[in-house]
């Protein structure tokens, strides 16, 4: 059974749809024990990182995540919560990736967001299995996890950026998987068989 942690910040609709393809089993829940209780949790994101932290908060759910021993993945603002800070309304996050979420710089010929399909490169994972080097994947952010010793994959707008991290059992991508196609749904499966 698959966990997906509700804290009214995530995607939820194609994230399931793309767990329920793979024949995944899925629930949204904040109940720890359920959480606590799953074969993998993912952590979905959409929004703001400081109202994301803030709802985590509310439920108590920082301390629980911190507890899982099974994989977990977190997507987009579920990866940057993850991380020690935000700059994202100035929020102090969980911490257990060791970046600090920054905002892209404003550069001519640039727009912030970062939105829609970019390649991956460094990838360096078992998340990325049987995916080639310049895959393309689906990016919507203004705020984005600096290279780190987490980084696991990188992309660029036009710097350089961590599109993947992993501590021990946590896994996180600044991309949506489930909006990047066969690629994205390739990750998905390859996350359910870590």
């Given at each position: 059974?698959?966990?997906?942690?509700?804290?009214?910040?995530?995607n939820?609709?194609?994230?399931?749809?793309?767990?329920?393809r793979l024949?995944?089993?899925?629930?949204l829940?904040?109940d720890?024990?359920?959480?606590?209780?799953a074969?993998r949790?993912?952590?979905?994101?959409?929004?703001?990182?400081?109202?994301?932290?803030e709802?985590?908060k509310?439920?108590?759910?920082?301390?629980?995540?911190?507890?899982?021993?099974?994989?977990?993945?977190?997507i987009?603002?579920?990866?940057?919560?993850?991380?020690?800070?935000?700059?994202?309304?100035?929020?102090?996050?969980?911490?257990?990736?060791?970046?600090?979420?920054?905002?892209?710089?404003?550069?001519?010929?640039?727009?912030?967001?970062?939105?829609g399909?970019?390649?991956?490169?460094?990838?360096?994972?078992?998340?990325?299995?049987?995916?080639?080097?310049?895959?393309?994947v689906?990016?919507?952010?203004?705020?984005?996890?600096?290279?780190c010793?987490?980084?696991?994959?990188?992309?660029?707008?036009?710097?350089?950026?961590?599109?993947?991290?992993?501590?021990?059992?946590?896994y996180?991508?600044?991309?949506?998987?489930?909006?990047?196609?066969?690629?994205?749904?390739?990750?998905?499966?390859?996350?359910?068989?870590?």
């Amino acid at each position: 059974m698959i966990a997906i942690i509700d804290y009214d910040m995530g995607n939820i609709r194609s994230l399931g749809n793309a767990l329920s393809r793979l024949g995944a089993e899925w629930v949204l829940t904040s109940d720890p024990e359920v959480i606590l209780g799953a074969d993998r949790v993912i952590l979905p994101g959409v929004g703001n990182a400081a109202e994301a932290m803030e709802n985590l908060k509310k439920r108590a759910l920082p301390e629980i995540i911190w507890k899982i021993r099974r994989p977990v993945l977190g997507i987009c603002v579920g990866m940057q919560v993850m991380c020690r800070h935000s700059e994202e309304g100035d929020a102090e996050c969980m911490g257990i990736f060791d970046a600090k979420v920054r905002r892209f710089r404003e550069m001519p010929g640039i727009k912030v967001p970062h939105m829609g399909w970019s390649p991956l490169s460094n990838m360096e994972s078992k998340l990325f299995k049987g995916i080639e080097k310049g895959s393309f994947v689906y990016f919507v952010h203004s705020y984005y996890a600096p290279l780190c010793p987490d980084t696991i994959a990188t992309s660029r707008h036009p710097e350089l950026f961590s599109a993947a991290l992993k501590y021990e059992n946590f896994y996180g991508t600044q991309f949506h998987p489930e909006k990047s196609g066969e690629v994205g749904e390739r990750i998905i499966k390859n996350f359910l068989d870590l």
